[in-house]
């Protein structure tokens, strides 16, 4: 039996995602941010994957 508490719950991870499993959540945050911030995310999460990713002349 679930609780108000896992109903409510589970209420929210239906709005959270779509159908093809998408979540909602980081779109909608997204486009909360100004353009300029969304720049800034943009360049923070480049800079991270570029520290994570091998060098390209590096075999």
Do not use: C, H
Not at 38 to 47: D, F, P
């Amino acid at each position: 039996m679930l609780t108000a508490a896992d109903q409510e719950l589970e209420t929210l991870n239906q709005k959270a995602f779509d159908s093809a499993g998408v979540d909602l959540t980081q779109i909608d945050w997204m486009l909360s941010l100004t353009p300029y911030e969304r720049l800034q995310v943009l360049y923070e999460t480049s800079a991270s994957l570029a520290r994570l990713m091998p060098d390209a002349d590096t075999d």
